[in-house]
């Protein structure tokens, strides 16, 4: 966007054609926001008869989420967390710029700060060296089991890296290096409905305070994964 590449406040056809007429417009702005009214992608799939266990492919959201026909809400009048509209995000970013999102954040993002343990997890199959795996307590307390997590989706997850490369991100808020302060100002604005309310969420980041401080962060879970920051 501070390219000029789009524009947030894009229809959302104009880079997911796929998508039917709601008779509003549904904007990147929105996706950001969690404000579309579009359906969870987990919730949907779920409906459908799948288990989260299952191999779960960015096509088999995307064919689930360009079939809906109606919203849960008229865009802008609600803030109700949508994974959807990440993993909407991040094919946006594959359509403008020709690049996945694991390839593009790795160029532009992972590589120049230095996040050498760091990636968009993409491929289900693949081996990761050094990789913690998911578990949690088995039923009665009698060990632990693995969750199973075969995401081939990004976005919105699979995300993995370290507590070591999640510093030299968290570091770019104080000295920007990648973005600039422009993106790092935009990535903290918040959202706006339509009845002129500011939510308390960002671009992926929920803005709060703390004992009269200012607050960033985020907190998130999958299987027995659990990460805040």
């Known amino acids: 966007a501070l390219e000029g590449k789009l524009s947030l406040d894009d ?10 007429d709601f008779g509003k417009t549904i904007t990147l702005r929105h996706l950001r926001h969690h ?5 969870d992608q987990w919730d949907l799939l779920q409906l459908a008869g799948w288990r989260m266990e299952d191999v779960i492919t960015e096509q088999d959201i995307l064919d689930l989420a360009w079939k809906q026909r109606d919203l849960n809400f008229a865009p802008g009048a609600e803030h109700l967390y949508c994974n959807t509209g990440y993993t909407l ?24 700060l230095g996040m050498t343990n760091t990636h968009f997890h993409d491929d289900h199959r693949m081996i990761v060296p050094n990789r913690a795996y998911s578990y ?26 370290t507590v070591e490369d999640l510093t ?23 959202g706006l409905l339509n009845d002129g309310k500011t939510i308390d969420y960002a671009a992926g980041l929920a803005i709060g305070e703390y004992r009269g401080l200012k607050t960033v962060g985020h907190g998130g ?6 990460a805040d920051i």
């Open 35 to 39: 404000t579309s009214g579009l359906r």
């Open 89 to 112: 995000l991040a094919v946006t970013v594959k359509r403008v710029s020709g690049q996945s999102l694991r390839e593009f954040a790795q160029e532009r993002i992972f590589t120049p």
């Open 136 to 161: 949690a307590p088995r039923e009665g307390g009698k060990g632990f089991e693995h969750r199973v997590l075969s995401f081939a989706n990004v976005g919105t997850t699979s995300l993995f890296t």
């Open 168 to 190: 030299r991100w968290d570091q770019n808020f104080y000295e920007p290096r990648v973005g600039g302060p422009d993106a790092v100002a935009l990535l903290q604005q918040r």
């Open 221 to 226: 879970a999958d299987a027995g994964y659990r």
């Open 11 to 20: 229809d959302i056809r104009t880079h997911s054609p796929e998508f039917g």
